[in-house]
């Protein structure tokens, strides 16, 4: 079965630089979810998506944008980074809109810092 | 708000030894309850969810947890662990947005020892 895809899997940048990590949420999935999880830390939420149109925002930094595109997929959008951005990144997708709808993952995106 | 509450960070046990990972919640709306598991480099796959209906819930790998709502809790259980389920188990509920985001818990990290 299909499942959700980020690329990169491992992304090494430097201060001040600039990030893009993908999604491509399962088939027909029309909702996506951005998660950062620090070293150690459990996963936090960013910001979701609804049929390409932003539903709700949770802690991301006024430096992340985010998007969903005609295709559903999703680009997370990340500036000046810093090295408290070094986290993994996780985008999950859900068939359907509602409280207790089952979130499936991807494999998430290393980013890292330096 | 709904949040979380893993009271265990780290659970040590031996293979073939039953498990318990303890979960607390607080919620003044309508429970929804999952646990996922993130195996090492891996991303978040879910075990189980409780949504309503019967209490004892199964999920994958042999893993069951009960709702008790007079506790507020939701402990994950297995009667005999393997050394493959050595991983993080997060709980998690439905945040507060319209999108159904999940606010996980701490996470757990179970290591089974042969």
């Known amino acids: 079965a299909a499942g959700v895809i980020q690329s990169p899997r491992h992304l090494i940048k430097e201060k001040r630089e600039t990030a893009t990590l993908k999604c491509y949420p399962i088939p027909r999935h029309d909702t996506v979810y951005w998660y950062q999880q620090g070293p150690g830390q459990d996963p936090q939420f960013l910001i979701s998506f609804y049929e390409k149109m932003q539903s709700d925002k949770g802690s991301i930094p006024d430096r992340f944008s985010a998007q969903q595109f005609s295709d559903y997929h999703s680009e997370l959008n990340m500036s000046s980074l810093e090295l408290g951005d070094s986290a993994l990144y996780f985008c999950?997708?859900?068939?359907?809109?509602?409280?207790?709808?089952?979130?499936?993952f991807g494999a998430g995106t290393r980013l890292s810092v330096l | 708000a709904q949040s979380v509450t893993q009271l265990d960070s780290q659970v040590p046990v031996f293979e073939e030894a039953p498990v318990e990972l303890r979960c607390n919640y607080s919620s003044s709306v309508s429970v929804y309850l999952f646990w996922y598991v993130q195996y090492p480099n891996q991303g978040l796959q879910l075990l189980l969810k409780y949504l309503s209906g019967s209490t004892l819930v199964k999920g994958i790998n042999g893993f069951e947890a009960e709702f008790n709502k007079s506790q507020t809790s939701f402990h994950l259980r297995k009667p005999s662990v393997h050394i493959s389920d050595t991983a993080e188990y997060f709980c998690?509920?439905?945040?507060?947005?319209?999108?159904?985001?999940?606010?996980f818990g701490k996470g757990t990290k179970l290591s089974v020892k042969p």
């Open positions: 999950a997708s859900s068939p359907v809109v509602a409280l207790g709808n089952i979130q499936y």
């Open positions: 998690a509920v439905p945040g507060g947005g319209s999108q159904g985001n999940l606010i």
